[in-house]
C-alpha cells in the first residue's frame, strides 16, 4: 500500500514565478492537508481539502491556493514567489470520519522542498 | 488554538529510556494530546496519541497527568532511529484536525 506520495520532490523557481506542487492520498483517505515548513521551525497549517472544497485555512495569503480531485488527490498552488517561500511543503492525507474517530491519524508525505531564488 | 511548552532539546543513551515531557496548562477538557515525530529529511509521523488515560502503543507510552496540564512520552528504550524531533499537539477533536506544530524537541541519541 503507498503512502502519501508528492512531487517533485525539489524544485527551483525565481521571484515572480508560480509554482504548483502535487499530493496523492494514502489508499482510502479523503482529507488532504498541506504544511509549509521553514527550516528549523514546525511545520505550519495551509489548508485541508475535503470533498473538493477547502475546508480550513491557516494564517496564509490568497497567493497560496489549492484544488482537489475527485480521486481526492490535491495541488497546492502558490503564485508571486517570494524569497521566504522557500521552505519543505508537506502533505498530510487522513480521513474526514478521524473527526470522529479518533483512532485515525495524518499521515505524511515526504514533501517538496521549494527554493525561491 | 491550544499551545504546548516542550523543551528545545534533550540527549539520551541508547538502550535507556526516554522521557519527553509537554505542558500543556490551557487544555480544555475535550482536547486531545498527540505525539508527531520528525525524522531528519522525512515527514511527520504519528507516534501516539490520548484524552485522559495513560496509552501504550509498539512505539512508545504516553502518561498524562491528573490534571491534564502536561504530559510525558516515554520511550522505554531509545534506538539511534529514535534520534528526531518530537512533536507534542493538542487538537479539538479527532485526528483529522488541522495540527498546530511548535518548535518541538530534538532528540539525540548518543550510542
Known amino acids: 500500500d503507498a503512502g502519501v506520495t508528492q512531487s517533485p520532490t525539489h524544485l527551483i523557481k525565481t521571484r515572480g514565478q508560480q509554482v504548483t506542487l502535487r499530493c496523492s492520498p494514502k489508499s482510502g483517505h479523503d482529507t488532504v492537508s498541506w504544511y509549509q515548513q521553514a527550516l528549523g521551525q514546525g511545520p505550519q497549517f495551509i489548508f485541508q481539502y475535503y470533498e473538493e472544497e477547502e475546508r480550513q485555512r491557516g494564517n496564509f495569503p490568497d497567493r497560496f491556493s489549492g484544488h482537489q480531485f475527485p480521486n481526492y488527490s490535491s495541488e497546492l498552488n502558490v503564485n508571486a514567489l517570494l524569497l521566504g517561500d522557500s521552505a519543505l511543503y508537506l502533505c498530510?492525507?487522513?480521513?474526514?470520519?478521524?473527526?470522529?474517530?479518533?483512532?485515525?491519524?495524518?499521515?505524511f508525505g515526504p514533501g517538496t522542498r521549494l527554493t525561491v531564488l | 488554538d491550544a499551545k504546548t511548552t516542550q523543551p528545545n532539546s534533550m540527549e539520551s543513551n541508547e538502550e535507556e529510556p526516554v522521557h519527553l515531557p509537554c505542558n500543556h496548562s490551557t487544555i480544555s477538557g475535550t482536547d486531545y494530546i498527540h505525539w508527531y515525530r520528525q525524522l531528519p529529511s522525512q515527514g511527520p509521523e504519528y507516534v501516539i496519541h490520548?484524552?485522559?488515560s495513560n496509552v501504550n502503543n509498539r512505539m512508545a507510552s504516553l502518561a498524562i497527568a491528573e490534571d491534564r496540564k502536561s504530559s510525558t512520552l516515554i520511550l522505554h528504550r531509545a534506538t539511534l532511529r529514535d534520534a528526531a524531533v518530537y512533536y507534542c499537539i493538542l487538537t479539538p477533536g479527532g485526528g483529522s484536525e488541522k495540527l498546530v506544530f511548535g518548535k518541538g524537541t530534538k532528540l539525540t541519541v548518543n550510542p
Open positions: 498530510a492525507s487522513s480521513s474526514m470520519a478521524g473527526i470522529w474517530d479518533i483512532t485515525d491519524t495524518q499521515y
Open positions: 490520548g484524552l485522559t
